[in-house]
């Protein structure tokens, strides 16, 4: 989001009961008598009940709670392999406890929301019978983005919430006598727009750019690219799916609305949402707006990323495969030959699509076909997709040992290891959802136009781009992460799956402990992966009001599914372990 992400849980700002920061240093002699757990707050049974994945929390009229916050880092990782580093690098989250922050609240008005970081003390009943909770520190995050000492030129740009996208839910916009008014879900955030808004377009074939200016460039910049044609009146009819903007936008619970008739307290939302609190929408400040469309630079694109596809022969059992011209070794993936693996992943895939794609005629030429396929694959040997610097894009054809590859042409491959992993369909809906955003989103276009990817042959990577090593660069990368994060949890919302799988989802695809609460941490400071805080932060601030028990795991249907790929796909298995 721009060039600094500040997610602060709303919760906190409405703490009663305060007490002086001597009064919170009674507390720590608890931690020498009770046992410690620390994890994510995943549902919340009653005002004196919570849970911490599978973990109950009771809490009663003895437990002291305390809140904490953190400066939370995302940082890029040059971690060495040996004699080798590690090529891309990695982002990494570092905590930080801010010194003196500790204040004690009243554990009565629950001040915990579904995602919310706890750390708690207190005794284990056996066998699984609940915790009892004597002490409850529900952390205060504060996510931002430095490396190294790089942080002084963006920290200092001005506006908190900055970015471009593109619109893929209808808003729900009215004209009012001194403007406009209402709610839009705009990359993955609810903003309101109020008459202060500053409403602008872009001239017919506007495209986004992410430029670097500076001497170093080191003064990244989102912007609209503009012809040289005259700019078009603004109109109602620019709030619709298929709209790109770029946009400028402020916390609501920081700034003044100058007029409008948004609440204090909440208002009504688009998506069918209803009520919708206040405490988790931000202001658009300024928003410019323009149709999508197909340029002959991205056609140009598109194709050059555009492999030829040989359909599997179910009834013999024959894989199919992608082929790419190329002279690498890795000339083309199979394609595992069941039609029922297929159709799965296929099915769940076109339900995250977003609804306005689905909707498109074959005729528009924004229309993306997408198409999902089961591929062999190896599994990588360094870390998760997700936290590498350019997860969407690095691929090895030869294997597809570095995940899922979303190609621009609507393509969506998925390696047949990542899927013994993960144990839900609404974990695949991560993986999914993340690789259909980046291609609605024009993720590998925006790079390419933004002169930020060194692409090579189609052969050599898919959608290919060398990482930056500049600091601009890199927070690039990390922008395009968290977009395809952000958006995809709401894909996966409204396409009806427990988003609370997101978190840990990219992580149990590659083989790693997927747990919480989170195993073996001595405090804050222990590192987290990025993805993991993000995600939680992120539903902690704007799905706290959901009721997830109507939300879908499909955790039966997975092994079901897993079964079918045991079949046809023995090996995957063996490789996985």
């Known amino acids: ?22 009064g919170v240093s009674a507390f720590a002699s608890l931690a020498l008598h009770a046992e410690r757990v620390e994890g994510f707050v995943t549902k919340i049974g009653s005002p004196t009940e919570f849970y911490i994945g599978t ?8 437990t002291q709670c305390i809140t904490e916050s953190v400066d939370a880092n995302i940082q890029v990782d040059y971690q060495a392999h040996g004699w080798l580093w590690a090529i891309p690098p990695y982002y990494k989250l570092q905590n930080r406890p801010e010194s003196n922050s500790k204040m004690s609240v009243s554990c009565s008005k ?33 996510i931002s983005q430095r490396f190294a000492d790089a942080a002084t030129y963006w920290n200092a740009k001005g506006s908190d919430w900055e970015g471009a996208a593109l619109l893929e839910e209808q808003p729900q916009i009215k004209k009012v006598d001194n403007g406009y008014e209402g709610t839009v879900w705009l990359d993955g955030y609810p903003v309101t727009v109020t008459p202060d808004t500053e409403l602008i377009t872009a001239p017919a074939g506007t495209e986004v750019g992410y430029r670097l200016f500076g001497f170093y460039r080191d003064n990244p910049r989102w912007e609209a690219i503009m012809p040289k044609a005259p700019r078009p009146a603004f109109s109602t009819s620019l709030f619709k799916p298929n709209s790109w903007s770029t946009y400028s936008a402020a916390d609501l619970l920081d700034e ?69 011209d190329s002279r690498s070794a890795g000339k083309s993936l199979k394609i595992l030959p069941n039609r029922a693996v297929q159709e799965f992943v296929s099915d769940l895939g076109w339900s995250l699509v977003p609804e306005y794609q689905r909707r498109l005629t074959e005729k528009d030429p924004t229309k993306i076909e997408f198409r999902f396929y089961v591929v062999q694959g190896m599994k990588p040997r360094l870390r998760d997709e997700m936290s590498k610097a350019d997860a969407m894009t690095l691929t090895w054809h030869k294997n597809l040992a570095r995940g899922v590859a979303a190609l ?13 992993e993960i144990g839900s369909e609404a974990q695949l809906a991560t993986l999914l959802s993340c690789a259909i955003t980046s291609v609605v989103q024009k993720q590998g276009f925006v790079t390419r136009q933004s002169g930020l990817s060194a692409d090579k042959d189609a052969g050599s990577l898919a959608m290919g781009s060398d990482v930056p090593m500049t600091p601009a660069g890199l927070i690039f990368y990390l922008f395009r992460n968290e977009q395809a994060l952000r958006i995809g949890i709401r894909q996966m919302y409204l396409a009806g799956y427990d988003i609370r799988e997101a978190p840990f989802a990219w992580a149990a695809a590659a083989g790693k402990t997927a747990a919480n609460p989170l195993p073996g941490t001595d405090n804050i400071a222990s590192e987290i992966p990025w993805y993991t805080a993000y995600a939680f932060d992120y539903i902690s601030r704007f799905y706290s009001w959901v009721d997830f028990s109507k939300l879908k795991r499909g955790e039966r249907e997975y092994t079901q599914f897993l079964d079918e790929l045991r079949k046809t796909d023995p090996e995957a298995f063996e490789r996985s372990k």
């Open 55 to 62: 973990l109950d929390v009771r809490i009663d009229a003895r």
């Open 110 to 142: 629950s001040p915990w929301v579904i995602g919310s970081h706890v750390e708690v003390l207190g005794d284990s009943k056996e066998p699984n019978q609940g915790f009892d909770a004597r002490q409850i520190t529900i952390y205060s995050v504060k």
């Open 408 to 420: 621009p042409d609507g393509m969506i491959l998925i390696p047949d290891y990542m899927l013994v």
């Open 1 to 22: 989001m721009g060039l600094r992400i500040l997610l602060t849980n709303r919760c906190f700002r409405c703490l009663v009961g305060m007490m002086l920061l001597s």
């Open 256 to 324: 003044k609305l100058g007029h409008g008739s948004v609440g204090d307290e909440e208002i009504v939302h688009s998506a069918g949402e209803g009520k919708f609190p206040i405490e988790g929408l931000v202001w658009l400040q300024r928003i410019r707006l323009w149709p999508n469309h197909l340029s002959d630079k991205e056609r140009k694109y598109i194709a050059q990323f555009t492999p030829a596809v040989h359909p599997p022969d179910y009834e013999h059992r024959i894989p199919g495969n992608v082929g790419f």
